[in-house]
C-alpha cells in the first residue's frame, strides 16, 4: 500500500531564508503532485511533475522528483510572509493512476 | 464562474440526521472524487467516480453513498451522522493523472 511521508510537519522560519520540505513514499511511482492550502481555504495546485529527474519553479518555490530514490523536495527560496500556508504532496499510486495518496502536510509559518 | 462547486459550504446537523453534499464541475472532466480532511488536516480518499462509473471506493462505512448522476455531478449521501464524520469534505475533479485534480471550495461538517 503506498504510504507518503512529509517532514517536517510544521516548519517556522524567518522571511528571507531558504528551507526544503521533504516528500517520501513508498511505492513506485511517476505521478507527484504539490498543492497549497490555506486556513480555511480549499487546495491550490502548484506543481505537476511526471517524470524521474522533473523539475519545476514558480517564483520562490520549486518542486523537483527523484523517482528512483521516491523522494521530492519543495524548495524555497528566500521565503516571504505570504508563502505562509500549509503545503501537501501528493502522490499516484502507479496501479491506479486516478487515486492520489497525500502526505500529512507540512505547516509552513514565515515570520515577518 | 467556478471550476469545482460544492453546496454547502457549512452543515451543523445532529447526531442520527442524515444529509447530502453536492458537487458539481464545469471543466469537463471524466473523474470526480470525495476525499475527507479530518482536524488534523490530513486528507482521505474516499470515492472516485469515472463518467459516473465508481472506480474507486474506500475503507469507508456504508452510511456514505455517492452518487453520480452525470459525469459533472457527483453527490455524496451520508445516513445516521455520528460525531466522528465531523470534517471537511471536498470534491475534486481530474482530466487525468498528468494534470492534478481541482479541488472545491470544500464543506465543513459539524455534527452535535
Known amino acids: 500500500e503506498l504510504k507518503v511521508e512529509q517532514n517536517p510537519l510544521f516548519l517556522s522560519m524567518q522571511e528571507g531564508k531558504n528551507y526544503t520540505i521533504y516528500c517520501n513514499y513508498s511505492?513506485?511511482?511517476?505521478?507527484l503532485y504539490w498543492y497549497r492550502q490555506d486556513p480555511g481555504k480549499s487546495l491550490e495546485s502548484l506543481f505537476v511533475?511526471?517524470?524521474?529527474?522533473a523539475v519545476k519553479q514558480e517564483g520562490r518555490l520549486m518542486a523537483s522528483l527523484d523517482t528512483k530514490a521516491r523522494l521530492s523536495t519543495l524548495h524555497i527560496t528566500a521565503a516571504v510572509h505570504d508563502l505562509s500556508a500549509t503545503y501537501f504532496c501528493?502522490?499516484?499510486?502507479?496501479?491506479?493512476?486516478?487515486?492520489?495518496?497525500f502526505g500529512k502536510g507540512t505547516r509552513l509559518h514565515i515570520l515577518p | 464562474d467556478t471550476a469545482v462547486s460544492q453546496t454547502p459550504k457549512y452543515l451543523v446537523t445532529q447526531m442520527g440526521n442524515d444529509k447530502s453534499i453536492k458537487c458539481e464541475q464545469n471543466?469537463?472532466?471524466?473523474?470526480m472524487y470525495w476525499y475527507k480532511q479530518d482536524s488534523k488536516k490530513f486528507l482521505k480518499i474516499m470515492f472516485s467516480?469515472?463518467?459516473?462509473?465508481?472506480?474507486i471506493n474506500e475503507t469507508v462505512p456504508n452510511r456514505f453513498s455517492p452518487k453520480s448522476p452525470d459525469k459533472a455531478h457527483l453527490n455524496l449521501h451520508i445516513n445516521s451522522l455520528e460525531l466522528g464524520d465531523s470534517a471537511v469534505y471536498f470534491c475534486?475533479?481530474?482530466?487525468?493523472?498528468?494534470?492534478?485534480?481541482?479541488f472545491g471550495s470544500g464543506t465543513r461538517l459539524t455534527v452535535v
Open positions: 475534486a475533479s481530474s482530466q487525468g493523472s498528468g494534470y492534478g485534480y481541482t
Open positions: 511505492t513506485t511511482s511517476d505521478r
Open positions: 511533475l511526471l517524470s524521474n529527474g
Open positions: 501528493a502522490v499516484a499510486a502507479t496501479a491506479a493512476y486516478d487515486k492520489i495518496i
Open positions: 471543466l469537463g472532466h471524466d473523474t
Open positions: 467516480y469515472n463518467n459516473k462509473e465508481l472506480i
